[in-house]
């Protein structure tokens, strides 16, 4: 269970557009652009469904890059490390 503190905020970090399909299949581009946006949210769904164990596995090694394990301090990311949008 996800509990959101009073003053957090969340991020995306993914979504989707007809663009980005027809990023990925150029030769379906006819099609994709006749996608309503319920057909968008569906495939968004699915796509989100297929990526949710490497989301969780990706968010894992993004914070062990940027805390280290358990006791090991030298790891650690200051906030200006990170790059910006």
Known sequence: MIVERQGDQ???????????????????????????????????YRVGEIIKDEYWSAMETVLSRMFGNEGDDDSEVEPDDVPPL
């Open 10 to 44: 969340s991020y995306p970090t993914n979504s989707i557009s007809k663009e980005d399909l027809i990023y990925s299949r150029p030769d379906l581009e006819p099609k994709i652009e006749e996608l309503s946006n319920e057909v968008l949210r569906q495939i968004a």
